[in-house]
C-alpha cells in the first residue's frame, strides 16, 4: 500500500529524495513518516508531516538539511535530502504509524 522510491548512492554534500506513494486507499488524513535504520541500529524516527501539510518534525540530526512534503492529491510523500553525510546511510520507510502501514523500504548510501 506505500511504495518508496529514490533509492541510490550519493557522495557526502550531495542531495537525494525519496518519495513514497500511496496505493489501494487514501492516507490523505493521516500524519505520515519517514524512518529509517542503519545496520547494527534501531529503527529511528527521521520526520513527521501532519496530515494537511502545514506542521512538520524532524530529528535533530535532519533539521535544515531535510524538507518533508506531500501531495495529497497525488496520494505521495516527499523526503528531500540536502547536504547529506556518511551518517545518513540506512534504508528508510515511509509509514503511517497511525495504522501500522509501512513500506518496503528504500536504501540510501552516502559515501565519505
Known amino acids: 500500500q506505500l511504495q518508496a522510491y529514490g533509492r541510490g548512492l550519493v ?13 489501494g486507499r487514501t492516507f490523505s488524513r493521516y500524519d505520515m513518516s519517514w524512518f529509517r535504520q542503519a545496520p547494527g541500529k534501531e529503527r529511528e524516527l527521521v520526520a513527521t508531516v501532519s496530515w494537511s501539510g502545514s506542521s512538520t518534525y524532524y530529528v535533530n540530526s535532519a533539521k535544515g538539511r531535510f524538507t518533508f512534503s506531500r501531495d495529497n492529491a497525488k496520494s505521495t510523500v516527499y523526503l528531500q535530502m540536502n547536504s547529506l553525510k556518511p551518517e545518513d546511510t540506512a534504508v528508510y520507510y ?11 523500504g528504500t536504501q540510501v548510501t552516502v559515501s565519505s
Open 11 to 23: 557522495q557526502a554534500g550531495g542531495s537525494l529524495r525519496l518519495s513514497c506513494a500511496a496505493s
Open 94 to 104: 515511509c509509514a503511517v504509524r497511525a495504522l501500522d502501514v509501512w513500506g518496503q
